[in-house]
């Protein structure tokens, strides 16, 4: 008979150590679900802070611009470079167009941008906030009567929801003109067809697809950010832990929610 | 500067706390504390590190729960005050943190005003500066008021988070480590501000420290948190007339004997 395992006792430790990180799972899936709801509740409710609501769209835009506009230029010369040899197979070139209008205005520029700003806005929050919370400065904001959750969750929030899908649209734009000059260079397209082609394949259910992708991103960007940092523990390394958790678990959720809303918008086409 | 004699209304506790018990996972923190701070009077609460003294003033400012016991500050009870009233509450607490916690984002004068216009949203932005400038006034900082708290020294720094907890013209003061990490000179002027806190402000206080010479300074009473309890409570000198290898050891550390 083998008594190994009972011997060092290795499987009984491993199988607890394994139900207490389904305990985590689960308590974290609880305690964001109730920051969410948290932030429904005292984000539509006055007073608002207006002022800082702006302030943090105008800082989300200006760190994730730079970036964006020369990945989503990037993105859009080198798919449309990758595309042409498929298509060239069948004589399709003048398709690349609309196949690149449909790839960057359905998927590439909502996912690059969300991606983008998981990296550049999500750290940033989730480290501001964590170091806040490390250095008492959001006990100080409650023991002062305010109401911090309000003044740095929601006002975050909000402002990466309404500012990527702007950034994803903006993103979409650099793209195809990145494509353009690709297309322009080999097949000598003029801006005129290359606008018509790119337009006359989509349709309103993409853009609307598209900017509800966004909406959804940014949110999670957003919360995801705000959850690491408010709730970061002591000490420096939770601040990194915090910013590290935002990119991390933003990206992935970009990830699950682009299947599923691929899967919801696919029925209404 | 000596403490001017401050007669404590002893008919009127502002903070009554019965059987207070805090435990953090398998360690009890705090074990059954009983304490009264009477309006007007400054109570210092001395111990070890990791007594359980800041603890003790988280808890009545609502920052932590308690697991037993009652605290009743200004008249509520803390630990079944609905979230609005705690926040109406809070505007009557200040609490002076021991890092400052000062917004680094913020000038000084954002920081100063940013409980005031949260709290106060019919004030003009005229009341908002004068709000401003004479809390700075008060705390002897009027020249920093468009700096950075980065830009402060650390004794700035205690005086500006001092200042922002005044600015609401709180009933109670909560000092947490006031002269920590400070030279002796820095040391002896927060002393001074804490007790010209308590004359011009007539605030009570709860001055949480480990610092003997602070604590005979501004300590109108003394509470000594021994093993989760208060084990002495009195005057400086009534709690420190003791052979108690406990308490003695403070003592003398704390006057080179």
């Known amino acids: ?269 | 500067m000596k403490k001017a004699a401050i007669q404590a209304d002893h008919s009127n506790p502002v903070i009554s706390i019965r059987g207070l018990k805090k435990a953090f996972q398998d360690y009890s923190v705090l074990r059954g504390i009983d304490l009264d701070l009477y309006q007007g009077e400054n109570l210092v609460v001395l111990g070890r590190s990791g007594t359980g003294k800041s603890v003790l003033i988280k808890i009545i400012s609502g920052l932590l729960k308690p697991d037993a016991g009652q605290v009743e500050v200004l008249g509520y009870n803390i630990a079944t005050i609905s979230e609005d009233e705690l926040q109406a509450l809070r505007i009557r607490i200040g609490f002076s943190f021991q890092n400052s916690a000062l917004y680094d984002s913020m000038t000084v004068r954002k920081n100063l005003e940013f409980p005031l216009v949260r709290n106060r949203r019919n004030l003009t932005r005229g009341e908002i500066n004068t709000n401003v400038e004479a809390v700075l006034d008060a705390v002897g900082l009027s020249q920093t008021i468009n700096q950075m708290p980065s830009e402060l020294s650390g004794g700035q720094r205690k005086r500006i988070g001092i200042a922002r907890t005044l600015i609401l013209n709180p009933e109670i003061m909560l000092y947490d480590e006031p002269t920590a990490g400070l030279d002796p000179i820095t040391c002896i002027e927060i002393n001074d501000l804490i007790n010209e806190v308590q004359q011009r402000y007539n605030t009570s206080s709860i001055i949480i420290t480990h610092d003997l010479t602070c604590a005979k300074q501004t300590g109108d009473r003394i509470a000594m948190l021994l093993d989760g309890q208060f084990q002495r409570t009195g005057t400086f000198e009534e709690v420190f007339a003791t052979e108690d290898e406990r308490v003695k050891p403070f003592y003398d550390y704390n006057f080179i004997k």
């Open chain 1, 1 to 269: 008979m083998d008594n190994t395992q009972s011997i060092n006792g290795e499987t009984p430790k491993k199988m607890s150590k394994l139900k207490q990180s389904f305990a985590d799972f689960f308590l974290t899936l609880y305690n964001i679900n109730k920051f969410i709801l948290r932030f429904f509740r005292e984000a539509f409710v006055p007073p608002f802070e207006l002022k800082e609501v702006v302030r943090q769209c105008y800082e989300v835009g200006v760190r994730s611009f730079t970036l964006i506009s020369v990945t989503g230029f990037i993105v859009g010369v080198i798919f449309t470079k990758q595309s042409r040899p498929s298509l060239s197979q069948f004589g399709a070139e003048s398709w690349l167009p609309s196949l690149v209008s449909i790839a960057i205005m359905r998927a590439l520029a909502p996912l690059v941008t969300a991606l983008i700003a998981s990296g550049k806005v999500g750290s940033s929050i989730g480290a501001e906030l964590g170091s806040m919370r490390v250095t008492e400065q959001i006990d100080a904001m409650e023991v002062s009567g305010t109401k911090p959750f309000k003044y740095l969750v929601c006002t975050r929030v909000l402002a990466t929801t309404l500012t990527i899908p702007i950034l994803s649209t903006y993103t979409g734009f650099v793209a195809l003109f990145g494509g353009y000059l690709n297309v322009t260079q080999n097949e000598g397209t003029t801006w005129t067809t290359f606008i018509q082609e790119v337009f006359e394949p989509l349709t309103f259910t993409d853009f609307v697809a598209s900017l509800i992708k966004s909406i959804v991103f940014g949110f999670t960007i957003g919360i995801v950010g705000c959850y690491q940092g408010y709730n970061s523990s002591k000490g420096t390394e939770g601040v990194g832990k915090a910013a590290n958790g935002a990119v991390i678990t933003a990206m992935f959720l970009v990830f699950i929610e682009e299947v599923i809303i691929v899967q919801i918008t696919g029925w209404f086409r």
